[in-house]
């Protein structure tokens, strides 16, 4: 599972002495006097109620660097303003937006076929002229993920995307596997579905976008793992090539900014656009471009 992978991900960089503050979430966004990014600030602790310092009060830490990465996610908090204060998204389509409602069931072993991948749409959402699609994985463990993703630019106020997805596990296709099984676990998100038509420009001076927070989901196959992957590897290879170079002209590894020195370090990563625009990601974006369009104008 995914999970499985980001914690042996996380084992993998602490063993290469890479620093992860679990539950310190990044509150704003740093800046240098001339405009370009320098770090994150994460949130303060110890906030009453009131809004008020307590005597437990600890101010978040300042995160500096040279080129920061943002991987919020859907929406992010402090993407949205990046790609607002750089405008961004100028030359992009609007984005799209969904909600995904996701389960984890454990069924009968007699039922379990690991690795069946079942992708559809239609019913239920055809009856309330919503828009959406479904997915059930036959996962390890007699384990199966299965969940709706409804577009939220639904308009009948009465529909319940949650409810609808309720509806859609007593279909005889769904009600087979999960019959005499239990629901472990459960959770929403929000999934940002344009695609390549609503990428926004990816690099900023002193950052990225990468993820979600950019919108590299592949909402034709409901997949957007390993594109967010794809684009944290071309952009960690980017912010590589960069700080070698600027080393190799004689800058300072350790001050974390981009426009101290004779410009020895770029101040935008352009060379991240590059290598996007040469990989198999923006091919396979490309290549999807038209399916949530398509499904807008002629239904599903």
Known sequence: SLG??????????????????????????????????????????GIGKDGEPTHNFTPGYELHAKYTLFAEGC?????????????LDK???????????KELWEIDPAK??????????????????SSGGWWLYHAENNQVTLGMIVDLSYENPHMYPFMEMQRWKTHPLIKQYLEGGKRISYGARAVVKGGF??????TFPGGCLIGDDAGFLNFAKIKGSHTAMKSGMLCGEAVFEAIAAG????GDLAVARVTEG????????????????NSWLKEELYNARNFGPAMHKFGQ
């Open 75 to 87: 929406r992010g908090h402090l993407g949205k303003r990046l790609i607002a204060k750089y405008n």
């Open 4 to 45: 499985n992978v980001v914690r042996w991900l996380g084992q993998k960089a602490e063993e290469l002495e890479v620093s992860i503050f679990p539950g310190f979430a990044a509150s704003e966004v740093l800046y240098h006097e001339d405009g370009t990014v320098k770090g994150i600030q994460t949130g303060d602790m």
């Open 262 to 277: 004779e410009d020895l370090f770029v101040k935008e990563l352009t060379s991240y656009t590059d290598k996007f625009n």
């Open 247 to 250: 080393v190799e002209k004689g």
């Open 112 to 129: 379990h076929k690991p690795g069946l991948v079942m992708h559809g749409a239609g019913w239920p959402l055809s009856e309330t002229g």
């Open 197 to 202: 038509n609503s990428l926004p420009k990816l």
């Open 91 to 101: 030359d992009a389509d609007p984005q799209h937006y969904g909600i995904g409602i």
